[in-house]
C-alpha cells in the first residue's frame, strides 16, 4: 500500500519532524525543540488546532525541563502559518526539499516583519567581541575579510540587545510592539522559571540573585507567561471582522486574571507586509490585545538606560557610557 498522502511524525528530545510524501509534493517541517520556548503564540494561530502546548518542568523554582509544543499529525495542513509567526525561528517547513511556506508563497498570510541594520563608520570595534558575545542567538560574527560585522538575518530574532552593546550602531525594528511588565510582589518565592525560559535575557537574574526586567530586549513571545506558576487565565469571547466582502465570526481567549499575574505581556502592533486575508485577520486579532496605541521606549534614550546595559554580558559599564553623562 502507498504511503504518498500520509503523515509520518517523529520526536526525539531535541527535534520534531511532520513528513508528508505526495505524488508532486513532499512537505516537510522539522521543530527545533532546544530552541522553542513554549511561547504558544504557534498554537494560538494554527487554523486546525493541530498544535498544543507542553508545560515545563519546575524545580525549586528553576526550570529543569523546558515548555515545548506537540503537533497532532492528523490535524495538521502543512500551510505554514505557524513557521511565519514563530517568534524564534525554531521551524523549518520544506516543499520539496526546498524552504517554502505556502501561506507566504499564496499570500494568504503576511510576512511579519522586524529589521536589523549594521552602520560601519558608526562602530567601535573595540566592542566587537562584546556584542558577538551578547548575541542570545550567536547570529552575529566579525568579517575578517571585510573588516565588518556579519548578521545571519534568518536566525535573528530582533531582541536589540546588539543595538544597546554597540552603542547604536547596530539599529534593531522588532516584530511586535507592546509591553511587559514584572510585578516582583506576586511571584512565587524564590522562583526564577521565567528567566530560563526568556530567549533574550530580558528577563534575568542580576548579580544579587534577584529577578529583573530589561524590557527594553522583550520580544513580546509571552513564553515568561506560561511558564510561570501563577498561570494566566483565559475566557472565550467572539469577535467579527469584514473579510472580501462577508462578515466573519471567529472566537479567541482572552485574558481575565491579569492583575494576579507576576509577569504580563502585551502585543499591540505587529510589523508585517500589507495583504487582505481572513487567515491573517483572525491570527492577529487572536494574538494581539485590544490596543492600538502605546510608544516604545525611544531608541536613543535606551541605549543611555543603566538597567539595560547591566543586561548585557560583562556589561563594562564605564566603556560604553562613556559620552553620554
Same mark, same amino acid.
Given at each position: 500500500?502507498?504511503?504518498?498522502?500520509?503523515?509520518?511524525?517523529?520526536?526525539?528530545?531535541?527535534?520534531?519532524?511532520?513528513?508528508?510524501?505526495?505524488?508532486?509534493?513532499?512537505?516537510?517541517?522539522?521543530?527545533?525543540?532546544?530552541?522553542?520556548?513554549?511561547?504558544?503564540?504557534?498554537?494560538?494561530?494554527?487554523?486546525?488546532?493541530?498544535?498544543?502546548?507542553?508545560?515545563?518542568?519546575?524545580?525549586?523554582?528553576?526550570?529543569?525541563?523546558?515548555?515545548?509544543?506537540?503537533?497532532?499529525?492528523?490535524? +495538521? %495542513?502543512? @500551510? !505554514?502559518? /505557524?513557521?511565519?509567526? #514563530? $517568534?524564534?525561528?525554531?521551524?523549518?517547513?520544506?516543499?520539496?526539499?526546498?524552504?517554502?511556506?505556502?501561506?507566504?508563497?499564496?499570500?494568504?498570510?503576511?510576512?511579519?516583519?522586524?529589521?536589523?541594520?549594521?552602520?560601519?563608520?558608526?562602530?567601535?570595534?573595540?566592542?566587537?567581541?562584546?556584542?558577538?558575545?551578547?548575541?542570545?542567538?550567536?547570529?552575529?560574527?566579525?568579517?575578517?575579510?571585510?573588516?565588518?560585522?556579519?548578521?545571519?538575518?534568518?536566525?535573528?530574532?530582533?531582541?536589540?540587545?546588539?543595538?544597546?552593546?554597540?552603542?547604536?550602531?547596530?539599529?534593531?525594528?522588532?516584530?511586535?510592539?507592546?509591553?511587559?511588565?514584572?510585578?516582583?510582589?506576586?511571584?512565587?518565592?524564590?522562583?526564577?522559571?521565567?528567566?530560563?525560559?526568556?530567549?533574550?535575557?530580558?528577563?534575568?537574574?542580576?548579580?544579587?540573585?534577584?529577578?529583573?526586567?530589561?524590557?527594553?530586549? +522583550? %520580544?513580546? @513571545? !509571552?513564553? /515568561?507567561?506560561?511558564? #510561570? $506558576?501563577?498561570?494566566?487565565?483565559?475566557?472565550?469571547?467572539?469577535?467579527?471582522?469584514?473579510?472580501?466582502?462577508?462578515?466573519?465570526?471567529?472566537?479567541?481567549?482572552?485574558?481575565?486574571?491579569?492583575?494576579?499575574?507576576?509577569?504580563?505581556?502585551?502585543?499591540?502592533?505587529?510589523?508585517?507586509?500589507?495583504?487582505?486575508?481572513?487567515?491573517?485577520?483572525?491570527?492577529?486579532?487572536?494574538?494581539?490585545?485590544?490596543?492600538?496605541?502605546?510608544?516604545?521606549?525611544?531608541?536613543?534614550?535606551?541605549?543611555?538606560?543603566?538597567?539595560?546595559?547591566?543586561?548585557?554580558?560583562?556589561?563594562?559599564?564605564?566603556?560604553?557610557?562613556?559620552?553620554?553623562?
Amino acid at each position: 500500500m502507498s504511503n504518498r498522502g500520509k503523515t509520518f511524525m517523529s520526536r526525539t528530545d531535541h527535534q520534531m519532524t511532520l513528513d508528508r510524501p505526495m505524488v508532486t509534493r513532499h512537505y516537510l517541517m522539522t521543530w527545533d525543540l532546544d530552541r522553542c520556548v513554549g511561547c504558544q503564540m504557534g498554537p494560538t494561530v494554527c487554523p486546525k488546532e493541530a498544535l498544543t502546548h507542553v508545560d515545563g518542568e519546575i524545580v525549586n523554582g528553576r526550570m529543569v525541563t523546558p515548555p515545548s509544543v506537540d503537533v497532532d499529525p492528523d490535524k +495538521c %495542513i502543512f @500551510c !505554514g502559518i /505557524c513557521v511565519e509567526t #514563530c $517568534p524564534v525561528h525554531a521551524i523549518d517547513m520544506q516543499v520539496n526539499g526546498k524552504h517554502e511556506i505556502p501561506v507566504i508563497k499564496y499570500e494568504a498570510y503576511p510576512q511579519i516583519r522586524g529589521n536589523i541594520t549594521f552602520t560601519k563608520s558608526e562602530f567601535d570595534f573595540s566592542l566587537k567581541d562584546f556584542v558577538i558575545d551578547n548575541c542570545p542567538t550567536s547570529v552575529i560574527s566579525y568579517d575578517e575579510e571585510n573588516d565588518t560585522m556579519a548578521i545571519k538575518y534568518e536566525d535573528c530574532i530582533r531582541c536589540r540587545q546588539c543595538e544597546v552593546a554597540s552603542d547604536g550602531a547596530f539599529k534593531v525594528t522588532q516584530r511586535w510592539e507592546g509591553s511587559v511588565e514584572l510585578h516582583r510582589d506576586r511571584c512565587v518565592e524564590d522562583c526564577l522559571a521565567c528567566a530560563d525560559v526568556c530567549p533574550t535575557r530580558a528577563l534575568y537574574i542580576n548579580d544579587e540573585g534577584e529577578l529583573v526586567l530589561a524590557d527594553y530586549y +522583550c %520580544i513580546k @513571545c !509571552g513564553a /515568561c507567561m506560561h511558564a #510561570c $506558576p501563577i498561570k494566566p487565565e483565559f475566557e472565550e469571547e467572539t469577535f467579527t471582522f469584514e473579510s472580501q466582502g462577508l462578515t466573519l465570526t471567529r472566537s479567541r481567549e482572552k485574558l481575565v486574571n491579569e492583575n494576579a499575574l507576576a509577569i504580563k505581556v502585551e502585543r499591540w502592533r505587529v510589523n508585517h507586509k500589507p495583504v487582505k486575508s481572513a487567515a491573517w485577520i483572525e491570527a492577529v486579532r487572536k494574538l494581539a490585545d485590544d490596543k492600538a496605541s502605546g510608544v516604545e521606549i525611544d531608541r536613543k534614550r535606551a541605549l543611555k538606560r543603566r538597567d539595560l546595559i547591566l543586561a548585557l554580558r560583562g556589561h563594562i559599564l564605564p566603556d560604553i557610557t562613556r559620552d553620554k553623562k
